[in-house]
């Protein structure tokens, strides 16, 4: 990945890109801590006043493409004067028609060293997003380094660095590549575009590493199943402990995604990934994470109705049964002591809730008297 930084604005402290880079060496494996945020600009773009969302969606990104039009309309123009030029436009993180007709309208070799030049030395979030969508639109393969060290920062800069990817040969690899490396929103535009590529060469990372835990992966995780054809893949959790995981955190998620996204009861194959799972789940060795899944699995098939959980009632009550039987293990059951010990929040969350009221050998009830 390039190092290569030039010098910022005047006055500025650091660019985005060198921002970004300086938190990727320090765990290159790794999301960046709080997404890169805050940015060091976030003070001074947060005093001055916020341009309005369009009302009409349509209009979002005219202001910014007239800007450019008007910018590329002078041949003497340098790349740098664009770089405190937008913040009093509505400037749109996710593609935009109107952003990405304006890069093409322009001469591309221009359009691309401007683009470039806004990514790697901007010291304002405005002008580095309109820099990006440019290279989302006109870039090259060349500039994949680029947008994956920007597309670190996801929150912000994710949806663009996606659309680039999707488009680029060999952006499904550096997809994967940013897959690994971000977290809250960012971990959804990135693999939502992985289920969209639906190549068998990211069916592996799905069935085993796109749910981090994050609550929102609730909207990806009924698609991850779904494309990755989890369900011809079930015999592989016999071996497979990192896939069996994966697979309770996709459960976890379907069985709660609270709307936003595919749920178990919607979920054609969820009885037998269910059964695969509660038949499989014992054999590793327990973990809190292991154990908080497992509790919220069996809470699920307590509370809800065998519709909901995607099972028949027989189904329903052996999974249950399954699930209470693992968790109340002599072994189990000393993890579950030893998180609360140590003021695990998962297991603390457990503890508040009498185990989510499964009256489990870890959480016995502390009777009526007992305040919470």
């Not at 664009?82 to 509505?90: K, Y």
């Not at 060293?113 to 979030?125: A, E, I, N, P, S």
């Not at 580095?128 to 290279?135: E, K, P, S």
């Not at 920062?153 to 994967?176: I, K």
């Amino acid at each position: 990945m390039s190092e290569t930084t030039g010098t910022g604005l005047p006055g500025s402290q650091i660019t985005l890109f060198e921002h970004a880079l300086r938190l990727h060496r320090m765990a290159p494996d790794e999301p960046l801590p709080r997404d890169g945020e805050p940015y060091p600009e976030d003070g001074l773009h947060r005093r001055r006043p916020r341009p309005q969302i369009p009302e009409d969606q349509r209009s979002a990104g005219k202001d910014v493409a007239r800007i450019l039009d008007v910018h590329f309309a002078r041949a003497s123009a340098c790349p740098s004067e664009l770089g405190d030029a937008f913040h009093d436009v509505h400037v749109p993180n996710h593609h935009n028609e109107h952003i990405a007709a304006a890069a093409e309208r322009a001469d591309r070799d221009r359009a691309l060293r401007t683009g470039r030049w806004l990514v790697r030395h901007g010291t304002d979030r405005c002008s580095v997003t309109v820099g990006l969508a440019m290279v989302a639109a006109v870039g090259t393969t060349e500039d994949i380094p680029l947008i994956q060290t920007i597309g670190l920062l996801s929150h912000q800069f994710g949806p663009l660095a996606v659309h680039a990817f999707e488009r680029l040969p060999g952006g499904g690899e550096a997809l994967l590549w940013l897959a690994d490396r971000v977290t809250g929103w960012g971990r959804v535009y990135v693999v939502e575009a992985l289920c969209r590529l639906d190549d068998l060469a990211t069916r592996s990372w799905l069935l085993r590493r796109a749910c981090d835990g994050d609550f929102l992966n609730g909207y990806f995780a009924g698609k991850v199943a779904t494309v990755a054809k989890l369900h011809e893949a079930l015999g592989e959790l016999d071996t497979d402990s990192v896939m069996l995981d994966h697979v309770g955190r996709l459960l976890h998620m379907m069985s709660d995604c609270g709307g936003m996204g595919l749920p178990l009861a919607h979920y054609p194959h969820s009885a037998a990934v269910l059964e695969a799972h509660a038949r499989n789940v014992g054999s590793p060795d327990p973990t809190i994470e292991r154990y908080f899944t497992l509790a919220l699995l069996a809470q699920h098939l307590t509370a809800k109705s065998p519709e909901a959980a995607g099972c028949t009632a027989e189904q329903q009550v052996a999974l249950r049964t399954r699930y209470i039987s693992v968790l109340d293990r002599e072994e189990w059951t000393q993890v579950a002591v030893a998180g609360l010990a140590a003021e695990d929040n998962r297991m603390r969350w457990l503890a508040d809730h009498r185990a989510t009221q499964l009256r489990l050998r870890a959480f016995p009830d502390r009777g009526p008297d007992t305040e919470e």
